[in-house]
Every structure is written in structure tokens, then in C-alpha cells.
């Protein structure tokens, strides 16, 4: 596959490693891929924070905040599949820009409503299900078009560059969208991530990408199949994904609900939630400036052993610990989980051959998000019910035990880095 030129270098040791870190960025298509998500990410984090936050404003419960973030994951699940299949058809960032635009009109029409009064729950809760449509076509591409933007020995640092240069967002995302909520309201952080996402959406137009091999298939339905195919004949992937569902469901509780509850009641509200969610993101730029350089040999070894420190946020929020000790939780929950997240995208982009790439990441995804609808929508009665501390120690119990009895497998404990 065609890839920008890169260059020919003759150095020692020190340039040498300048240019295993740095390389990618050689790459016209990957900068713009990494400046893309930069910009949409931050958007995102500051929505993160301004969402449950804005239906708490309008007279919203716990469990409203629950339903809001479920009404984006439903369709996001829905579509994922038919995502797939149309990022290994079409050219994936041509498919991001649509995705991107509708993203950017459902929000800003939820920020209009909400600076002007007139939003109610229902509403919210429609347009989020507007963004999970653009977001169930927006992931799998978005899956399948960083290995298209470099070479093949340059993916492990690919993929770290674009974590870190994501969680680096999210830090000045997640900051911005406390500070701003708690000083102007909600309604302006969804302004900003529907601008984040029209912006986004333009600069990705001006990708160029060498087209794919043209699809065989006769039908959708058998590129469904096909995939099907690819994704269960691996059990080292079904498995992790499967037990990964579990992982999801209590993450996107924690962030979405369960999370700013806590911030809501005992913390100070949506600043000191803000600084939390930014200093996981500042972990997470830790660690994935840590795999620029790390490469373990046993890779799923290394993945599934760094799950179970994001449980430590959750036990921290439990109490909960004063923000201070929450953000120091943050910090190693997010740098220990990107550990697993750049070990996993370049485990997939090793194995799964490119032209199936985003059907098999679909695949992925839906298993990753099925168990979230559920996750979001039950944690405000949960916690109700049961109380908040209780809901995060036994989710944070789980996060411990499933990736554990994962490395039970022996194609987990035995992948290894090619």
C-alpha cells in the first residue's frame, strides 16, 4: 500500500530513537488523522463533563442522567455492524466527515436548547441518540484508517502517538469543561464539542488515501458473515471482548453517572469532576508515552495485567477520598488502562488482515458496548437503591477478577509481538 515517503536517515543511537518516536509524524495523512482526533476529543471531554451536568440544571435525576447517556449507546450498538461493512466499501475518513457532521449538528442543537432555556430531558435524550447514530458509523472507520496513514513497523508508535496526543485533549478537554460549566453553564460546553466536531469534520476532507481493494462480496449480508467469521475464529479475541463488556458497562457507569453523582454531592460539583476526569487523561498520556518505547513481547499478557488498576478510581470514589486522592487515583487508573488500549490496537492491526480490518473492529466494538446501555441505564436506581459506594466497590471488584480469569487462556498468554 502506497504510504507518504518517509525518508532515508543515517544516525546512531539517539537519532535512531528520534525517529522510531517521531517517524509517523513524517506523514501528512497521519497528522492530519492525529490533529482530527485532537481537536474532536477535546470537544468530547468538555461534553463529558457538561452533559449530566446540564440535565441535573434542568431538573433531571440520577436516573435521567443514566437515560440520557443510554439513548446514545443504543444506537451506536445498532448501527456498528452496517459501520463496518461501509468503512471496508468506502473510503473510512469520507465516512468520519459524514459521521462528524451529523455529530456536530445534534450537539449544537442540544447546546442552543440548553442556553436558551428550553431543553427538557426528552429532548437530550434524542439528540444523544442522534450522536450514537453518527458515532456507530464514525468507529469502525475510524478503527480501520490509522493503519492506512503508515507504514507497518510504524504502527506500535502510530498507535501511541495518537493515544497520547487523545488523552493529552482530554487533560485540556476535561479541565476546561469543569472550569466552563461552573462559571457559564452546560449549554457552552456542548457548544464546543458541536465546533469540534465541525471542525474536525473539515480538516479530515483533506485526507488522501489510496483506495481499497474493491469489496467481493456479493452482498452486505455476507460481509456481515465474513466477519462474523473472522472475529470467532479467534478465541484469544472473542474472549477478551466478552469479558471486556463487563469492563465497559461498569467504565461508562462510573464516567457518565455514577461519577458525577459523587462530584455532585460531596465533591464540589463540576469542577472538581472536571480536574478528575483530566487527570486520568494525564495518566493516560503517561502511559501512552510509556508504550512509545514499550514493547512486550507477550502483549495480551501486558494488556489484561494493566485492566485492573482502573478499579483503584473506582474504590477512591467509593469512600470517597477527598479530590486530591481521587486525582492521584485517576492518574493510575488511566495510565495503567492505556497500557491496554495501545496493546490491543496493535494487537488487532497485526492479526486482522486490512481489508478486514473495520468489520472486525465493529464486531469489537459491539461486544465492547453491549453491555453499556444496560450499565448506564441501571446505575442511577442501582445506586438509589443501594447506595453509590456499594455500586462502585462491586464494580470495581469485577474489574479486578474478569481479566484475571482471562489470562486462564492460552492464545491470550501466548500472542506474541511480531
Known amino acids: 500500500m502506497p504510504q507518504d515517503k518517509l525518508g532515508q536517515l543515517t544516525m546512531d543511537g539517539s537519532g535512531a530513537s528520534r525517529a522510531l518516536l517521531w517517524g509517523p509524524l513524517r506523514s501528512r495523512n497521519f497528522r492530519l488523522l492525529v490533529a482530527c482526533n485532537v481537536i474532536s476529543v477535546a470537544g468530547s471531554a468538555v461534553s463529558f463533563v457538561a452533559i449530566p451536568f446540564a440535565v441535573l440544571r434542568i431538573g433531571g435525576t440520577a436516573s435521567d442522567v443514566g437515560y440520557v447517556a443510554t439513548a446514545e449507546l443504543i444506537p451506536l450498538i445498532a448501527f456498528l455492524l452496517l459501520g463496518g461493512v461501509i468503512a471496508d466499501r468506502l473510503p473510512r475518513h469520507q465516512v468520519m466527515v459524514a459521521a462528524n457532521t451529523l455529530q456536530a449538528l445534534a450537539q449544537g442543537t442540544s447546546?442552543?436548547?440548553?442556553?436558551?432555556?428550553?431543553?427538557?430531558?426528552?429532548?437530550?435524550?434524542?439528540?444523544?441518540?442522534?450522536?450514537?447514530?453518527?458515532?456507530?458509523?464514525?468507529?469502525?472507520?475510524?478503527?480501520?484508517?490509522l493503519p492506512q496513514t503508515v507504514s507497518a513497523g510504524q504502527r506500535p508508535q502510530a498507535n501511541a502517538l495518537d493515544r497520547t496526543g487523545r488523552?493529552?485533549?482530554?487533560?485540556g478537554g476535561a479541565?476546561?469543561?469543569?472550569?466552563?460549566?461552573?462559571?457559564?453553564?452546560?449549554g457552552w460546553g456542548l457548544a464546543i464539542d458541536a465546533a469540534s466536531?465541525?471542525?474536525?469534520?473539515?480538516?479530515?476532507?483533506?485526507?488522501?488515501?489510496?483506495?481499497?481493494?474493491?469489496?467481493q462480496a456479493p452482498s452486505v449480508l455476507h460481509e456481515l458473515r465474513e466477519g462474523w467469521h473472522e472475529f470467532t475464529s479467534r478465541r484469544w479475541l472473542w474472549i477478551i471482548v466478552a469479558q471486556f463488556a463487563f469492563v465497559a458497562a461498569v467504565s461508562a457507569a462510573v464516567i457518565n453517572v455514577l461519577g458525577p453523582l459523587v462530584a455532585h454531592s460531596y465533591l464540589g460539583g463540576a469542577r472538581s469532576w472536571g480536574f478528575i476526569v483530566a487527570a486520568y487523561s494525564a495518566g493516560a498520556v503517561v502511559g501512552g508515552l510509556v508504550m512509545i518505547k514499550f514493547r512486550p513481547r507477550r502483549i495480551l499478557v501486558a494488556a489484561m495485567l494493566s485492566v485492573p488498576a482502573f478499579s483503584v478510581l473506582l474504590f477512591a470514589l467509593a469512600v470517597p477520598l477527598a479530590v486530591h486522592l481521587d486525582v492521584a487515583a485517576a492518574i493510575l487508573a488511566g495510565g495503567c488502562l492505556e497500557v491496554f488500549s495501545v496493546s490491543w490496537a496493535t494487537t488487532l492491526q497485526q492479526e486482522i488482515p486490512p481489508g478486514k480490518l473495520s468489520r472486525v473492529s465493529s464486531y469489537n466494538a459491539l461486544g465492547n458496548f453491549a453491555l453499556t446501555p444496560a450499565g448506564t441505564a441501571i446505575a442511577g436506581p442501582l445506586a438509589s437503591a443501594f447506595g453509590t459506594p456499594a455500586v462502585l466497590a462491586t464494580g470495581g471488584s469485577l474489574v479486578v477478577i474478569l481479566p484475571i480469569l482471562v489470562l486462564l487462556v492460552p492464545e491470550v498468554r501466548n500472542m506474541r509481538r511480531k
Open 111 to 145: 447546546a442552543a436548547l440548553v442556553l436558551t432555556g428550553q431543553a427538557h430531558v426528552w429532548q437530550l435524550a434524542a439528540l444523544a441518540a442522534a450522536g450514537g447514530v453518527g458515532l456507530g458509523f464514525y468507529y469502525p472507520a475510524a478503527q480501520g484508517l
Open 167 to 171: 488523552n493529552a485533549a482530554e487533560i
Open 175 to 186: 479541565a476546561l469543561g469543569g472550569l466552563l460549566i461552573g462559571l457559564a453553564g452546560p
Open 197 to 215: 466536531f465541525a471542525a474536525a469534520a473539515g480538516l479530515r476532507i483533506g485526507m488522501h488515501l489510496p483506495s481499497l481493494p474493491p469489496a
